[in-house]
């Protein structure tokens, strides 16, 4: 029954997708639509609830009834999401066909000047500003795991210090977070776009990237795990297709050899993994953490909520949210770790478990939010790239644009509460506004002066 059900859902959702991404999910022109499609609802939801609710491997155990909720709300995810992108579109008169198209064809212009002084010095502003943030964290780490590793430790060592580096932060998370973990990579992507644009003087935008690629980097590597700094290299594919409209197949395969061989390198280097039984194991290697550790999570939520853990009832949200419905912050994903494995949360050796978004509508909501969610994320992450798609394409839009693409992908197989409210997407639109308004400024008093 699976199988057939699957292979229909599939065809329909495809199409679907490639509708509302204007005519093709090639890789090649890959943007918001096909990339949401193959990676968070292909590759690490899809795939796996078909190995779970088919049991073809024999060490997922759940009864008949939380397999079909885990599979089914995926299925409904994959063509309730394009159905809800194509009514917004319809409704705000926007052709994907036409739009999308009509953007790719765009080069990147500058912004106020041929030479974007205006935005120069704002952006080395929050350069300096991230980088303090990143040495700041790196401050507040009694073992940092990068050294740590650096110095030979276990695995088992080197994860216990990447919990405690992610849960036992000592200084202000926030700053680490908004202004290193979140700022400095919108910032590359910006410095990269301009490379490609219009504006002279391209060679001190090269250096600037080369130095925000290096930090990114590190920030990324902040608690060790593994894909972090994987996702963002990765980053720079739609990156490219932004800016260019189109990329060669070539390129394509670069970006996937350099996927490939950074896994190599992070499960032999960091998790250890030194004989090729280990990499290629359903249960511990890297195909292993893609296809079924994500999406594995969906159905221990079905599984514990309510008949083991109680509803949460929006203790998901942040606390000041959270505290309207006279709840205390809880995310389901460490519900769901501190259930299952106590002793592994308490010695620090294990953190959260987060999953589809279904999962934590379900968590909070029950029956209605695994209905509603994905109708409003489908209607939020369209009319956020309908905006994209009309607004200029500028350096600064594009790198929005492209963290847009990471974030609320990620998202997908990461919870539903980031669609609802996000404090760092509040803080980007900030540091954003912030550096268009001292560029306008700037702008604005030299030509009066004149």
């Known amino acids: 029954m699976y199988n057939v059900i699957s292979i229909i859902v599939l065809v329909v959702s ?40 088919n049991s073809w491997l024999p060490f997922f155990h759940y009864s008949p009834i939380v397999i079909n909720m885990g599979y089914f709300s995926v299925v409904y995810s994959m063509i309730v999401i394009p159905l809800s992108m194509l009514f917004i579109g319809n409704l705000l008169k926007f ?6 198209k009509h953007y790719s064809q765009q080069s990147v212009r500058s912004i106020l000047s041929n030479e974007d002084s205006y935005v120069w010095f704002p952006m080395l502003l929050f350069t300096f500003l991230g980088i303090w943030a990143l040495f700041y964290g790196y401050s507040q780490l009694e073992n940092i795991p990068i050294l740590k590793f650096l110095e030979g430790s276990s695995a088992i060592d080197l994860l216990k210090y990447r919990i405690e580096a992610s849960r036992n932060f000592m200084g202000i998370v926030q700053i680490k977070n908004m202004l290193a973990d979140n700022l400095l990579p ?3 992507y910006i410095a990269f776009a301009y490379i490609y644009s219009r504006t002279k003087r391209k060679e001190r935008w090269l250096m600037l990237f080369i130095l925000l690629f ?21 980053s720079f594919l739609p990156l490219l297709v932004i800016i260019k409209g189109r990329i060669s197949k070539r390129t394509v395969a670069i970006f996937g050899a350099v996927f490939i061989l950074s896994l190599l390198f992070v499960y032999i280097s960091i998790a250890k993994m030194t004989s090729a039984n280990e990499y290629l194991s359903f249960q511990t290697g890297p195909v292993a953490r893609i296809l079924f550790v994500q999406i594995q999570g969906l159905f221990e939520h079905f599984a514990l909520f309510p008949e083991k853990i109680e509803f949460l009832n929006g203790a998901s ?32 050796t294990i953190g959260v478990m987060n999953t ?14 695994v209905i509603i969610a994905p109708i409003y994320v489908g209607i939020i992450i ?46 980007i639109i900030l540091a954003i506004f912030i550096i268009r308004q001292l560029a306008n400024r700037s702008a604005q008093y030299k030509w009066k002066k004149m």
Not at 95 to 100: F, L, V
Not at 217 to 228: D, H, S
Not at 324 to 339: C, D, P
Not at 385 to 413: A, C, E, H, Q, T
């Open 317 to 348: 949200f942040p606390s000041w949210i959270s505290g309207l419905f006279g709840k205390t912050h809880l995310t389901s994903a460490r519900a769901v770790m501190e259930y299952l494995y106590p002793e592994a949360v308490r010695n620090g």
């Open 382 to 427: 369209q009319l956020i790239f309908i905006y994209f798609y009309r607004m200029p394409k500028d350096p600064i839009n594009i790198g929005l644009m492209n963290y847009s693409i990471i974030y609320l992908g990620n998202s997908i197989v990461g919870g539903f509460v980031a669609f609802v409210y996000s404090a760092i997407i509040l803080f």
């Open 214 to 234: 290096f930090f990114s980097l590190l920030i990324k590597l902040f608690t060790l795990a593994k894909i972090p700094p994987i996702t963002y290299i990765l």
């Open 186 to 188: 919108l910032l590359s």
């Open 95 to 100: 052709n994907p066909y036409k739009d999308i």
């Open 14 to 53: 495809y199409h679907l997708f490639k509708k509302v991404a204007g005519g093709t999910l090639r890789l090649t022109q890959i943007n918001i639509y096909s990339y949401i499609f193959w990676i968070p609802l292909f590759s690490l939801s899809f795939l796996g609830i078909n190995v779970i609710a």
């Open 356 to 369: 589809h978004f279904s999962g934590e509508a379900w968590a909070n909501f029950g029956y209605p939010g």
